[in-house]
DNA sequence: ATATAAATTAGAATAACTCTAAACTAACTG
DNA sequence: CAGTTAGTTTAGAGTTATTCTAATTTATAT
């Protein structure tokens, strides 16, 4: 294509975001093939390999804004470290506890039923099933 | 009662864990009272305000070596911090994500139907499901 | 009582972020 | 376009939760 940021910069423009080289790069990485988990340090990895100098500051800086803006998901599976999903639609995930791998749940293998109300004063924000694995024995 | 420490000493022996010091006054903390979810910071201020002295460092580990012999599972719901319940059995949570309070989702009030097979060679090792609160707005 | 293996600890080290203040740049204005 | 400004990036310092290390202490077996 002649034009490889124009879907990009879209996207980001209609984010409230600047289109800087830092976040053009960092945005193909992420929404320009299919659905990807990532953590920042593996955004930043490639991100540098793509030639594109980033810092981490900026990368986590990013990661932030995008999930703000709906861009991302933050995933909670692990206490040291936080993923984000490209997948922003209501799904579920298998964590693999030796690998770190984060993967989709398939739609419709896994349903959550009689929902509980939020408790008394709060108001519910999100609905997320792990289901944990591990690859050795 | 007249031996106050005798089933905390049980369970810690059952568990293949010397009964030291800091060990019971831990476990009686974790045990001796109804379910209770904790992090390292929280139990390490509770068993100081009960005047014994126990390093931080003894406080990670014992966390962990509960866990490892199911006296303890750990929670996942916030990405900075570990937390650990004393009800082991399978539940649920609600996490409230201003004020970091995890609570259990009263069981029946939420199901998971259809849980999907694990990915080729690997196990299932567990399934959790976190509601999200928040408290404003 | 002793020996020994396990447990505890202070403090250093690490990992994953977050913050700060200075330098840079996108985008608006005339 | 040149100037202005507000938003962005960055290096490096700071923070927080947790782990590690090596020395000391303690529980238990003998």
Redesign the pocket.
């Given at each position: 294509m002649d034009r490889p940021y124009t879907g990009v910069i879209e996207r980001l423009?209609n984010a409230?975001?600047?289109?800087?080289?830092?976040?053009l790069a960092l945005a193909k990485l992420l929404f320009d093939g299919g659905d990807r988990h990532i953590?920042?340090?593996t955004l930043h990895a490639e991100v540098l390999a793509a030639n594109v100098?980033?810092?981490?500051?900026?990368v986590?800086?990013?990661l932030?804004?995008f999930t703000r803006s709906g861009l991302l998901r933050e995933v909670v599976v692990d206490?040291?470290?936080?993923y984000f999903d490209t997948n922003t639609s209501g799904h579920h995930h298998f964590f693999d506890e030796d690998t770190g791998d984060l993967s989709d749940i398939p739609d419709g293998e896994i349903s959550v039923s009689s929902l509980p109300g939020a408790p008394a004063g709060k108001v519910l924000s999100g609905v997320e099933v792990v289901v944990r694995v591990r690859s050795q024995q």
């Open positions: 423009k409230g975001l600047r289109p800087t080289r830092q976040r953590t920042a340090e100098r980033v810092s981490l500051a900026t986590y800086n990013a932030h804004q206490s040291s470290r936080a």
